[in-house]
């Protein structure tokens, strides 16, 4: 398993650190148990780095459950996606995956079991009336007539649910708790509902389906859970977990142990509208590179090491706190500039003649991928004809542009000669079309001879042996930091240049380099080669992110 610098210094892993020293648990147990009703965004990475994270440091498990009860939302495309994301992030989940659809014939005898013991009923009420039996925060509930049914009559009812012959919603099962209970979640809630549909795993087996809160606790138990970290939403909830797995026969008794769900500003991470971006066509599927779903930040160049670091940053915290996405730019631009290879693209290309190099001329430039690790390097091919970037050129010479190309003034190609901008040409609208240079002789790696240093650097690409590259530059979705906060506004926020595709020029040696290879062009940004659309024909770059936290550097 990857080495994931779980740093230990989380209050759940105190809690697991106390329960291991006291002997209350032996070995510990965790899991991740999303729903696959979406793919995994930010947050969920936040959990997978805890739960996991964890396990490994205390020399336990993890298991990746999926939370299956919702089959109308659920899918095998989502459970795929779920399972590749974290692999990806470089965790291994211990065994099998589980389904919580694995525990359904459990469940059921569960369910029965309650029933025998006096404490589930068959409920007639409709979704209206039982909603106004149920009380308010303030108000206590009132008892559902079918309360006091006999467990005979219960479960001759529940056997007939299950055998299909009431229609969806025409009753459920609840739990008899207690209908004053100043907790909601105790007033006699539903353990099970009629549900129609087909299963992803089960099929046609079951219509009817166990709720979460009847099946999350019982899972754990079954699993041999020991520690079940969830997000504070569910709180509330855990009186009632706890009610479950002290009314039923279970195996082990798993504790719930709530944390602060990640928000952080410019990002949406709430499944179900992560969901209507994709929907709605406002990106391109659920791993655009805009999204801030762990294949979506895959696709961007994001690297798993990086992610991990960001969430250890973050910490885990028993309250909800809005986290700064500069912080998780950070660890990427960190990460990156330590590792990343380095190389050439020009973005808004300009040509340059060289006009004292014959025609024909090519010379191969060697240049390391890395000015301090040791990452081999590569050829860059010299000709006469190169591409820079048109910001580098400047018609006339100023002060404040020193460092520029400009008629009679000299600039060094990084990795390369210094060469002499001469004269340069425009078409009819005033725009530059090419610059004409000449080459400063004997400048490969040392001073020119007569003195007259170049004063700035520029990054080039051969124009005859360079290839045209597609470049995807990609910016934050949304332009506001809360886009989030209220209801279904964020439409409203989108950032009409969170994608710009340019065509830009790339050395050729990184035309054929493999999808999913992530470089410093230098002086432009961190770019990763398209995990899907690259190829040596058509190379595809991604913007990840650019040098420095300053946006102007991320071109547009
Ligand atoms: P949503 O509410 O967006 O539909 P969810 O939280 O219900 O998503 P699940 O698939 O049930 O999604 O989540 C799996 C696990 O990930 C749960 O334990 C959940 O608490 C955790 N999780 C989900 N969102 C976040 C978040 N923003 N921060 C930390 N953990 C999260
Ligand atoms: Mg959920």
């Given at each position: 398993m990857t080495d994931t610098t779980a740093r230990g210094n989380n209050f759940v892993a105190k809690i697991v650190e106390e329960d291991l020293a006291s002997g209350k648990t032996e070995k510990v147990v965790m899991r991740f148990p999303p729903e696959p009703n979406g793919f995994l965004h930010v947050g969920h990475a936040k959990s997978i780095c805890l739960n996991f994270g964890v396990a490994q440091q205390f020399g336990g498990e993890c298991n990746l459950r999926?939370?299956?009860?919702?089959?109308?939302?659920?899918s095998q495309e989502f459970i795929e996606a779920i399972k590749a994301d974290v692999t990806w992030l470089g965790f291994e989940w211990a065994g099998d995956i589980r389904y919580a659809s694995d525990y359904f014939d459990q469940l059921f005898e569960w369910a029965v079991c309650l029933i025998k013991s006096g404490n589930a009923y068959v409920c007639d009420l409709s979704p209206e009336e039982a909603r106004a039996y149920r009380g308010t925060l303030t108000e206590p509930g009132k008892n559902s007539p079918y309360r006091e049914r006999s467990v005979e009559e219960n479960l001759e009812l529940f056997e007939r649910m299950r055998s299909g012959e009431f229609d969806e919603g025409a009753c459920v099962l609840r739990a008899k708790i207690d209908m004053a209970s100043s907790n909601m979640n105790l007033r006699d809630p539903i353990i099970y509902r009629i549900r129609k549909v087909t299963h992803?795993?089960?099929?046609?087996?079951?219509?009817i389906y166990p709720t979460y809160d009847f099946t999350h606790g019982q899972s754990d138990a079954i699993e041999g859970v020991t520690h079940s970290v969830c997000t504070l939403e569910f709180e509330d909830h855990r009186p009632l977990y706890e009610w479950f797995v002290a009314n039923l026969p279970v195996p082990v008794e798993p504790r719930q142990y709530e944390f602060g769900r990640l928000n952080l500003d410019y990002t949406l991470t709430s499944k179900r509208k992560l969901k209507s971006l994709v929907d709605e066509e406002?990106?391109?599927?659920?791993?655009?590179?805009?999204?801030?779903?762990i294949s979506g930040m895959r696709r961007r160049g994001f690297t798993p090491s990086s992610i991990r670091t960001f969430c250890d940053m973050i910490g885990v915290t028993r309250s909800d706190g809005m986290v700064d996405i500069a912080m998780l730019e950070h660890a990427v631009r960190d990460d990156l500039n330590r590792n990343a290879p380095r190389a050439m693209c020009v973005i808004n290309p300009l040509k340059v003649v060289i006009e004292n190099l014959p025609e024909d001329h090519l010379e191969m430039l060697s240049a390391p991928f890395h000015p301090e690790l040791d990452l081999g390097s590569r050829e860059m091919p010299f000709t006469r004809e190169i591409m820079i970037d048109q910001g580098d050129f400047k018609e006339e010479y100023s002060k404040k542009f020193k460092k520029k190309f400009t008629p009679g003034k000299r600039i060094r190609l990084r990795q390369g000669y210094v060469i002499e901008a001469v004269d340069y040409d425009k078409d009819e609208q005033g725009n530059v079309t090419q610059v004409r240079a000449r080459l400063v002789e004997n400048t490969l790696g040392c001073d020119p001879e007569d003195g007259d240093k170049p004063k700035g650097v520029v990054h080039w690409v051969s124009a005859s042996h360079g290839k045209e590259a597609e470049l995807r530059m990609y910016q934050r979705l949304f332009l506001d930091p809360t886009p989030d906060r209220s209801g279904d506004d964020y439409r409203e926020f989108l950032n009409p240049e969170s994608l710009v595709i340019k065509q830009g020029w790339v050395e050729p040696a990184l035309a054929g380099v493999e999808a999913e290879t992530r470089f410093q062009f230098e002086r432009e940004g961190y770019f990763v080669s398209d995990r899907f659309d690259h190829m040596a024909e058509k190379p595809v770059f991604n913007l990840t992110i650019g040098l420095r936290e300053d946006k102007s550097l991320t071109r547009s």
């Open positions: 999926f939370d299956d009860t919702n089959p109308e939302k659920e992803h795993q089960t099929g046609d087996k079951w219509c406002i990106v391109a599927g659920w791993d655009d590179p805009r999204m801030p779903t």
